[in-house]
């Protein structure tokens, strides 16, 4: 019994899961509308909305970077999904094809350029941020596109017995994930990249393919979470994506993903993005001034981020190999 609570007190997962029951039962017993279907059904779609975000965020820091054009390019994925189906008449599933495409080979650019001039993820990402950005704005002039197909509004605005499309599609990515970083060869490979990149290459890991890999996942996470929103809200927008840095930075930190890379922990995401959006929808609901928001969301990351180098800097006074490096749990 002891060992059982020692092994689930160890988990980077527990103190996340705990704050978010605090956070859940806090707001319950604190205002009255916040335990109702209505609103129970509202945060879990913003909760599958945010951890796909962070998803995309999360891919990447796994092999030791950050994606700073995330945002870009859902907004890139937004208008080719938009423009396909309002002007050229495609169909959903060729126009989401087509988006997911987008995102994957603007992954593949940021991967490739940071392969190849070996600059850092954030510079290049920055600069890749501003041109994705251009093309959105240039391509749409801002204008949204709002003539779509009402069949493609059934994921984001429909349910299943009560439960959001949205929650089940994220549960379901989310146990995918868990199984891609735990069995798979690729997904250990990745990991073991991010968490001692030479000694993955001594161990012949061919770690530039892995970091092309991880943009372009990253990339398509991007467009997936484009697509969930024209969804929802049944329009492509070009401001898609402004907001999204913040949220996959916060979101994946709280979730226990390490900013050097190296792990990741899907039912950290889960409850990661459960914080975030409690904490949105609870202060709105006790009525408290929306600009101390971004206070609370900053104490809380702050607070994520030292924990996170805390048990960094224990890890690292264990010897590591690359066994270890390959066996780093999700």
């Known amino acids: 019994m002891m060992r059982w609570f020692d092994n689930l007190r160890s988990k980077s ?30 945060v879990g779609r913003n909760l599958s909305v945010y951890v796909f975000i962070a998803l995309g965020q999360a891919i990447v820091m796994v092999v030791g970077g950050m994606n700073l054009s995330l945002g870009a390019i859902g907004g890139l994925a937004t208008i080719t999904a938009g423009m396909l189906m309002q002007n050229l008449s495609w169909d959903p599933v ?78 379901v ?4 994930v868990w199984y891609f970083f735990r069995f798979t060869v690729t997904g250990r490979h990745l990991l073991a990249t991010g968490g001692n990149l030479s000694a993955a290459r001594l161990s012949g890991i061919k ?41 996959s930075f916060a979101v994946a930190v709280i979730g226990g993903t390490s900013l050097t890379g190296g792990s990741i922990s899907a039912v950290g995401l889960f409850f990661g993005g459960l914080i975030m959006v ?26 994520a981020v030292l924990l996170g180098q805390t048990k960094e800097l224990k890890s690292r006074r264990k010897p590591r190999t690359i066994e270890k490096d390959l066996g780093r749990k999700v």
């Open 94 to 171: 060729s126009a989401s094809a087509a988006a997911i495409a987008v995102g994957i080979f603007t992954g593949w650019i940021n991967g490739f350029v940071i392969t190849k001039t070996k600059l850092n993820s954030f510079i290049v990402t920055l600069a890749t941020s501003f041109i994705f950005t251009g093309l959105v704005m240039g391509i749409s002039k801002g204008y949204p596109m709002t003539k779509l197909p009402e069949s493609f509004n059934i994921l984001g605005q429909g349910n299943f017995l009560g439960v959001p499309n949205l929650v089940l599609l994220l549960v």
């Open 278 to 303: 409690l904490i949105k929808n609870g202060l709105i609901l006790m009525q408290v001034d929306t600009y101390f928001e971004q206070t609370f969301l900053g104490m809380i990351i702050l607070l």
């Open 207 to 247: 770690t530039d393919k892995m970091i092309v890999l991880a943009n372009m996942l990253s990339g398509a996470f991007a467009a997936i979470t484009a697509l969930l929103w024209i969804s929802r809200m049944a329009s492509a927008q070009p401001a898609t994506g402004g907001n999204w840095m913040i949220i």
């Open 173 to 176: 990515t989310l146990l995918i």
């Open 13 to 42: 997962e527990v103190g996340t899961i705990g704050a978010a029951l605090v956070l859940f039962l806090g707001f319950t017993f604190l205002t009255d509308s916040f335990f109702t279907a209505y609103n129970l059904f509202n």
